[in-house]
T-cell receptor
Framework: AQSVTQLDSQVPVFEEAPVELRCNYSSSVSVYLFWYVQYPNQGLQLLLKYLSGSTLVESINGFEAEFNKSQTSFHLRKPSVHISDTAEYFCAVSDRWGSQGNLIFGKGTKLSVKP | ETGVTQTPRHLVMGMTNKKSLKCEQHLGHNAMYWYKQSAKKPLELMFVYSLEERVENNSVPSRFSPECPNSSHLFLHLHTLQPEDSALYLC?????????????FGNGTRLTVT
């Protein structure tokens, strides 16, 4: 079965600093990978995804993630964070549940951006 | 507006009550999901529905009962819950249920069992 490890449960950073949120997955076969963001009192929103092609994927708000097959990693980065990036971030890997697609989520990383 | 609407947003119920959570998606998707989000734990998939089939999760206690009357609506019926069932319950939908389909989530129902 697939599993996802997010090594940091909390990451505090100052505004305009760079940040990296780490994610490792267990599968050695082809996978699809996702990052979701959850703002307070809201559901999860898709931030970016890797399905195929270029190993570097970007979101519209400046985040990027790089798929590294040899290290089974999909770390999320942003060169300069804003206060509004404060949220919880979840890494997820595709899986199958019967005939249905499913996502296996990590435990999440709380990003706290301080002024 | 996320396209997936959940009601109520908050629910407090006693262990002997019966209540239902409702989810409605306006995205024309074919698959719908119930997830449980508890503190310090990964999201747990509870149930999946698609046009073709309902996929059971045998680890979900029978005090949780899903219902999907059509592809736009999903319910989670609750009865004789336990305090450890207190959590955020998230509904999600996806276009076709394939493993490359991202999920679209509602804002969740915060359930407290007293």
């Amino acid at each position: 079965a697939q599993s996802v490890t997010q090594l940091d449960s909390q990451v505090p950073v100052f505004e305009e600093a760079p940040v990296e949120l780490r994610c490792n997955y267990s599968s050695s076969v082809s996978v699809y990978l996702f990052w979701y963001v959850q703002y307070p009192n809201q559901g999860l929103q898709l931030l970016l995804k890797y399905l195929s092609g270029s190993t570097l994927v970007e979101s519209i708000n400046g985040f990027e993630a790089e798929f590294n097959k040899s290290q089974t990693s999909f770390h999320l980065r942003k060169p300069s964070v804003h206060i509004s990036d404060t949220a919880e971030y979840f890494c997820a890997v595709s899986d199958r549940w019967g005939s249905q697609g499913n996502l296996i989520f990590g435990k999440g990383t709380k990003l706290s951006v301080k002024p | 507006e996320t396209g997936v609407t959940q009601t109520p947003r908050h629910l407090v119920m006693g262990m002997t009550n019966k209540k239902s959570l409702k989810c409605e998606q306006h995205l024309g998707h074919n698959a719908m999901y119930w997830y449980k989000q508890s503190a310090k734990k990964p999201l747990e998939l509870m149930f999946v529905y698609s046009l073709e089939e309902r996929v059971e999760n045998n680890s979900v206690p029978s005090r949780f009962s899903p219902e999907c009357p059509n592809s736009s609506h999903l319910f989670l019926h609750l009865h004789t819950l336990q305090p450890e069932d207190s959590a955020l319950y998230l509904c999600a939908s996806s276009p076709g249920g394939g493993i490359d389909s991202p999920l679209h989530f509602g804002n969740g129902t915060r359930l407290t069992v007293t």
